[in-house]
C-alpha cells in the first residue's frame, strides 16, 4: 500500500490572499498613477502565489519502504509505533506534550496528523509529527510497509 498526499494550502487562504491584494490595489489607486498602482498589486500577487505555492508543496508519501515527509526521508525498518491523531490530540502533541527533538511537519490549517515513533540508533529525534488530511490512511500505509518481523535496538534475530 502506498500513500500521497500534497499538504497544499487551503481555498481560504487563497480568497483572503487575493482580497488584501485587492485592498492593496483599492489603496494605491487613489493615491497614486494608475500604472504603478497595477505594477505593485501584480508584483504583490506575483510574491503571495509564490509563498502559498512553497508553502503548500510540502509532500507527504510512504512507498518503496521509505516515509518521505517534506525534505526528510527515513525508511520504514526504523519506525515504531504509529498513532493517528485527531485535532485535540495533534494541538497536544505539538504544543504541550511536544519534544524539542521530534522532527516536525505541520502546517497550521491542516489539524489532524499522525505521530510516529523511531527506533533508529543514529538518529536523535524521538519520534516525527506529521500533518496529515488522511492521518487514518498514512497511518495504514505505514503499518503495511513495515517488516514483518521489526528488529529493535538490542533484539536479536
Known amino acids: 500500500m502506498e ?3 500534497r499538504l497544499s494550502v487551503p481555498l481560504r487562504w487563497w480568497v483572503q490572499g487575493t ?3 485587492a485592498t492593496l490595489w483599492l489603496a494605491l ?6 500604472t504603478v498602482a497595477w505594477v505593485v498589486t501584480g508584483l504583490a500577487l506575483a510574491v503571495l502565489s509564490a509563498l502559498f505555492v512553497s508553502y503548500g508543496a510540502a509532500r507527504v508519501s510512504v512507498g518503496d519502504g521509505v516515509l518521505r515527509a517534506g525534505r526528510a526521508q527515513i525508511a520504514t525498518d526504523h519506525l515504531g509505533a504509529v498513532t493517528p491523531l485527531d485535532p485535540e490530540a495533534m494541538r497536544l502533541q505539538a504544543g504541550r506534550d511536544a519534544d524539542a ?24 529525534a524521538p519520534y516525527w509529527l506529521i500533518s496529515s488530511r488522511h492521518p487514518d490512511r498514512l497511518a495504514a500505509a505505514l503499518a503495511a510497509s513495515a517488516p514483518s518481523s521489526p528488529q529493535r535496538p538490542g533484539s536479536s534475530g
Open 19 to 21: 482580497m488584501m491584494v
Open 3 to 5: 500513500f500521497a498526499e
Open 29 to 34: 489607486v487613489v493615491a497614486v498613477p494608475l
Open 101 to 124: 527533538r521530534a522532527f516536525l511537519l505541520l502546517r497550521p490549517y491542516v489539524k489532524r496528523g499522525v505521530r510516529v515513533d523511531l527506533h533508529d540508533p543514529s538518529d536523535p
